[in-house]
Nanobody, 116 residues
């Protein structure tokens, strides 16, 4: 099992910044990719960004140039730096860990609210 604990959400004005953190513990050897999903009310959950063990990063188009995903392997932690936040970024953000077959492990989520 893998445990994921998120932190760093909050309320920010449009144009502001937040940094989300996700600390992983447990059987982390089984993980090959870490990522952040988000889900806004009435919308489907979407993958915002992911990073592989090899360091390859992918972002959804709507956040490219504004969000940056990084990792600290010594701390088993990934970070999502979110700059230039927009009201449409308002959502619950979930950290997730992927094994060979699926996104198998999830955090509880952290709320990000961007006011206009």
């Amino acid at each position: 099992q893998v445990q994921l604990v998120e932190s760093g959400g909050g309320l920010v004005q449009a144009g502001g910044s937040l940094r989300l953190s996700c600390a992983a513990s447990g059987s982390i050897f089984s993980i090959n990719t870490m990522g952040w999903y988000r889900q806004a009310p009435g919308k489907q959950r979407e993958l915002v960004a992911r990073i592989t063990n090899g360091g390859s990063r992918n972002y959804v188009d709507s956040v490219k140039g504004r969000f940056t995903l990084s990792r600290d392997n010594a701390k088993n932690t990934v970070y999502l730096q979110m700059n230039g936040l927009k009201p449409e970024d308002t959502a619950t953000y979930y950290c997730a860990a992927r094994t060979e077959s699926s996104w198998a492990f999830w955090g509880r989520g952290t709320q990000v609210t961007v006011s206009s």
